[in-house]
Protein backbone atom coordinates (compact mmCIF):
# COMPACT_ATOMS: atom_id res chain seq x y z
CA UNK A 1 0.00 0.00 0.00
CA UNK A 2 2.71 2.56 0.37
CA UNK A 3 4.16 1.75 -2.73
CA UNK A 4 0.79 2.89 -4.11
CA UNK A 5 0.84 5.74 -1.63
CA UNK A 6 4.81 6.77 -3.02
CA UNK A 7 3.94 6.28 -6.66
CA UNK A 8 0.68 8.32 -6.50
CA UNK A 9 2.86 11.19 -4.81
CA UNK A 10 5.59 11.34 -7.55
CA UNK A 11 2.74 11.39 -10.03
CA UNK A 12 1.34 14.83 -8.34
CA UNK A 13 5.13 15.72 -8.50
CA UNK A 14 5.81 15.15 -11.77
CA UNK A 15 2.43 16.89 -12.82
CA UNK A 16 4.01 20.15 -11.32
CA UNK A 17 6.98 19.93 -13.26
CA UNK A 18 6.45 17.69 -16.21
CA UNK A 19 10.05 17.78 -18.04
CA UNK A 20 12.22 16.67 -15.08
CA UNK A 21 11.35 12.81 -14.60
CA UNK A 22 13.44 10.82 -16.77
CA UNK A 23 11.24 8.03 -18.69
CA UNK A 24 11.68 4.56 -17.18
CA UNK A 25 10.15 1.18 -17.94
CA UNK A 26 7.08 0.37 -15.67
CA UNK A 27 6.32 -3.43 -14.76
CA UNK A 28 2.22 -3.25 -15.32
CA UNK A 29 1.78 -6.91 -14.69
CA UNK A 30 3.39 -6.58 -11.18
CA UNK A 31 1.94 -2.99 -10.37
CA UNK A 32 -1.71 -4.54 -11.15
CA UNK A 33 -0.69 -7.80 -8.96
CA UNK A 34 0.23 -4.92 -5.85
CA UNK A 35 -2.91 -2.80 -6.61
CA UNK A 36 -4.68 -6.44 -6.39
CA UNK A 37 -3.19 -7.11 -2.94
CA UNK A 38 -3.97 -4.27 -1.76
CA UNK A 39 -7.45 -3.88 -2.56
CA UNK A 40 -7.89 -7.19 -0.79
CA UNK A 41 -6.30 -5.95 2.39
CA UNK A 42 -8.78 -3.08 2.75
CA UNK A 43 -12.28 -5.12 1.65
CA UNK A 44 -10.88 -7.68 4.49
CA UNK A 45 -10.86 -4.48 6.72
CA UNK A 46 -14.14 -3.40 5.30
CA UNK A 47 -12.54 -0.37 3.64
CA UNK A 48 -13.88 0.98 1.14
CA UNK A 49 -12.48 3.67 -1.13
CA UNK A 50 -14.55 5.87 -3.52
CA UNK A 51 -13.07 7.59 -6.68
CA UNK A 52 -13.90 10.94 -8.83
CA UNK A 53 -12.03 11.13 -12.02
CA UNK A 54 -12.59 14.00 -14.29
CA UNK A 55 -12.83 13.52 -18.05
CA UNK A 56 -10.96 16.04 -20.19
CA UNK A 57 -12.28 16.49 -23.81
Known sequence: MSKLIEDMLCVARLEQNKDSYPGEMVDFSALIQDICIDMAL???????LHREIELKN
Not at 42 to 48: P, R
Request: no cysteine.
Open 42 to 48: LKSKHIV
